[in-house]
């Protein structure tokens, strides 16, 4: 019965490889968002989505391309991993659209290391 | 624009020590404000929250209160247990959501 669930939990790849991490919600949320954490846990929105529509979309290289298949998943493709893209990445879902946010719930991280 | 300011870390306190942890915010209209925690090696947890001026938050034996005037929402808790290391997290909603900086807090027996 898990809220928010990313997979993987920890993805090793090397410089120049493409990945993908996986989100999924079953709380029925309108809205799923990316976070990235660095090493000193500072927590930087990369991109949210509102039934399936980009609503925020910061200043993130377009090596990074979201994808919502429907309003549960909100998945987050990688192209030509660098190692400052080492970090923790979160995914997170709350009620509510841009007029209104309510509190969000995060899942457990994927942890990414590029060697 | 709307913006979290917490008190930098770490902060290292021992069991049963009182614990306060700043948070001063900048926001235009009437945010929701939230404390989240983060255990090592998890995604953040909400704590507890606060909807409008005057409100209390409280969970786990934390507490805080949203202060219009002094545009604060500091956490304290009485008495703090080893299993309160973590990282604590101010935030604010309005059209989006703002997060502090994050303190660290390690409790030693």
């Known amino acids: 019965d898990t809220a928010v669930s990313q997979t993987p939990k920890y993805l090793v790849t090397q410089m120049g490889n493409d990945k993908s991490i996986k989100c999924e919600q079953n709380?029925?949320?309108?809205?799923m968002y990316w976070y990235k954490q660095d090493s000193k846990k500072f927590l930087k929105i990369m991109f949210s989505y509102n039934n399936k529509e980009l609503i925020i979309n910061e200043t993130v290289p377009n090596r990074f391309s979201p994808k919502s298949p429907d309003k549960a998943h909100l998945n987050l493709h990688i192209n030509s991993l660098e190692l400052g893209d080492s970090a923790v990445y979160f995914c997170?879902?709350?009620?509510?659209?841009?007029?209104?946010?309510?509190?969000?719930?995060f899942g457990p991280g994927t942890r990414l290391t590029v060697t | 624009g709307n913006s979290v300011t917490q008190m930098e870390g770490p902060v290292t306190l021992s069991e049963e020590a009182f614990l306060t942890i700043n948070c001063t915010y900048t926001?235009?209209?009437?945010?929701?404000l939230f404390w989240y925690v983060q255990y090592p090696g998890e995604g953040l947890q909400l704590l507890l929250k606060?909807?409008?001026?005057?409100d209390k938050g409280s969970n786990k034996g934390f507490e805080a209160t949203y202060r219009k005037e002094t545009t604060s929402f500091h956490l304290e808790k009485g008495s703090v247990q080893v299993s309160d290391s973590a990282v604590y997290f101010c935030?604010?909603?309005?059209?989006?959501?703002?997060f502090g900086t994050g303190t660290s807090l390690t409790v030693i027996p």
């Open positions: 606060a909807t409008k001026a005057d």
């Open positions: 709380l029925g949320h309108d809205t």
């Open positions: 926001a235009t209209g009437y945010p929701s």
């Open positions: 935030a604010l909603t309005g059209n989006q959501f703002y």
């Open positions: 997170a879902s709350s009620q509510g659209g841009l007029a209104k946010l309510y509190e969000q719930y």
